[in-house]
């Protein structure tokens, strides 16, 4: 696809479309729901912004399916980031993905959650290869697995840190010595 | 030969075959690398046939610091990321609390953030000319770069009493205003400044050894660029027209005329020419918010959220009390959770924030555009020079306080 020029020509229409870039995303997410139910277990729409929260195993094909088709062309991965709900919340854990496209201009969340026993999701590598160190981030400081992932090494982290730093559970501030092993 | 055979096996000079590959760690104390960032190059001869960054000698937590501070707190912490950009990092952050709160910003207090954001922008990329032009090995440029950024660290330091952390923005609007004087300081600089960038082409852009050190170096298109996650200069010198300023336009950013530049290579020189361009148009945006600052209040109406004024908090017992709440106790923002996009000097910095309903943040999450960038340095690096890495992670105009936040 030849997005240089493609752009270049979309630029000018911007201001015009912008009241309804606002209306696409949740009507591409209704149109979704009535294609793929089972992709979709809930929709949000709050402070401007649609989330979508997936169940995991369909992850990667969710997103495949949103870069691909034509009315979505979500081609852009801005962002994966973990969330830590809590120790006593059920599910505990959340991995959040923004997308956005550069052709469109429009965004939307999609949502996985996670509980603490069984902390897998499946890559999106294989569909956008952006979310190589964003995955490697999130396991870093959450302990999100990400399966199939090239590799999942810690990142910000020394590789022999012992826990996740995010996680509510762990302290803030420490006094222990760190050593190289 | 005596004294040879003396030598231990593992210090005898033994003939390397030119097919062997060798891996040799760069940084984290070249000084190239922009700060602490180290790459394990496999080089074949003097080709790079594979670059691993690492990353992380900069870590300090700052988001899990976030989330035991207050949100009025937590703008320092921003000044700390990506410290060549503060002010757009506070930018972000507030107004992702703005979001939050469904906070109306008056008009003179955005048109002051466009205006002290596109300086900042101006000086984040002057360090950027200076230091990928040193790292080339032309000196001279650095010095005149500083010397222009020295002009708007004074601006910046008279707006809001910080050079480097500024700290200018606060939730609901900004510290203060502006003090008397400061439009026509803003408009001696305007006047020089693109003489100025004349100077820096003159320097450069015609130099011979700098066009064969940039054209055809760390190409990259804009197929890959996209799927890369590349964002700001970076994307727009592969040929992607695409600004956040225009497409999700935030802080009356839809009401100035500038343009996006764009070029269609995606090398070193294109990028390079990507930014050269770009601070003309920043110097377009100011000279428009400078003709648009009308007198008007600079915070919002919110008096829950936003400080009163000294003289407002010692003649008002209600003012009095909400000082003392604020400061004490902070204030309660909505439960929720926003990502907050804007284009940071560098690309896309985006902040996702999340709220449980109390005065602190229960996560907060900073898309660093030179974080996404950097990743995509062994894309580019691929079958290079080694003396090209250099050129190429210059070009990405990194800052390591924002990768490893």
């Known amino acids: ?181 | 030969m005596s004294t040879a055979t003396n030598i231990p096996a593992q210090f005898e000079i033994v003939d390397q075959p030119l097919d062997t590959q060798m891996t040799i760690s760069m940084g984290p104390q070249h000084p190239s690398t922009h700060g602490v960032l180290r790459l394990e190059l496999v080089l074949d001869g003097e080709m790079v046939v594979k670059t691993t960054p690492d990353i992380g000698y900069l870590h300090t937590g700052m988001e899990k610091l976030f989330e035991y501070k207050k949100y009025q707190q937590g703008i320092v912490i921003t000044d700390r990321m990506d410290y060549l950009n503060p002010l757009g990092n506070n930018l972000a952050y507030v107004m992702a609390a703005e979001k939050l709160l469904g906070l109306e910003i008056p008009e003179r207090a955005q048109t002051i953030r466009v205006l002290t954001c596109e300086l900042q922008r101006i000086a984040s990329h002057l360090v950027w000319l200076g230091t990928h032009a040193l790292d080339i090995g032309a000196m001279t440029v650095f010095f005149y770069c500083f010397r222009e950024r020295e002009k708007i660290m004074n601006l910046i330091e008279a707006a809001s009493g910080g050079r480097m952390t500024p700290s200018y923005f606060r939730i609901g609007g900004l510290m203060m205003d502006l003090p008397s004087g400061f439009e026509r300081r803003v408009q001696q600089f305007l006047n020089d400044f693109p003489t100025s960038v004349d100077e820096f082409h003159k320097l450069l852009t015609g130099n011979r050894i700098f066009q064969k050190r940039t054209q055809n170096i760390g190409r990259i298109s804009a197929e890959d660029a996209i799927d890369w996650g590349l964002s700001g200069p970076c994307l727009r010198g592969s040929g992607v027209n695409l600004d956040i300023r225009r497409a999700n336009p935030y802080s009356s950013y839809e009401a100035y005329d500038f343009d996006v530049p764009t070029e269609a290579d995606g090398d070193v020189w294109a990028r390079y020419l990507v930014r050269m361009r770009e601070m003309k148009e920043s110097h377009k945006i100011v000279v428009q918010a400078l003709s648009r600052l009308k007198p008007g209040p600079v915070k919002a109406d919110a008096p829950k959220v936003v400080l009163p004024d000294r003289e407002a908090m010692k003649t008002h017992m209600d003012a009095l009390i909400h000082h003392f709440l604020i400061v004490a106790e902070g204030f309660d923002v909505p439960a929720g959770e926003v990502y907050h996009p804007i284009e940071a000097s560098k690309g896309e910095l985006g902040v996702y924030m999340r709220s449980d309903g109390g005065p602190k943040p229960s996560r907060v999450h900073f898309r660093g555009p030179s974080f996404v960038n950097l990743s995509a340095l062994p894309h580019m690096a691929e079958g290079q020079m080694v003396a090209d890495i250099v050129a190429v992670i210059g070009s990405l105009d990194i800052v390591l306080g924002e990768i490893d936040r």
């Open chain 1, 1 to 181: 696809m030849e997005s240089g020029s493609e752009n270049t020509e979309l630029s000018p229409e911007q201001s015009n479309t912008s009241s309804e870039q606002k209306q696409t995303p949740s009507l591409l997410v209704a149109a979704l729901q009535r294609e793929h139910a089972e992709w979709i277990n809930e929709i949000v729409d709050a402070y401007g912004e649609v989330t979508i929260i997936v169940p995991r195993d369909n992850i990667a094909a969710v997103c495949t399916f949103l870069k691909t088709s034509a009315d979505t062309r979500f081609d852009f991965l801005a962002d994966v980031c973990g969330v830590d709900r809590g120790p006593e919340e059920e599910p505990r854990f959340e991995v959040n993905y923004h997308l956005f496209s550069t052709t469109k201009f429009h965004r939307l969340r999609l949502k996985v959650l996670l509980s603490e026993e069984d902390l897998h999701v499946p890559t999106v590598t294989t569909v956008w290869r952006t979310a190589n160190w964003h995955e490697r981030e999130t396991y870093d400081l959450f302990g999100v697995v990400f399966d199939g992932h090239p590799d999942l090494r810690r990142i910000l982290l020394p590789e022999d840190w012992q826990g996740h730093a995010l996680r509510k559970d762990f302290p803030l501030r420490g006094y222990e010595p760190y050593s190289l092993k």
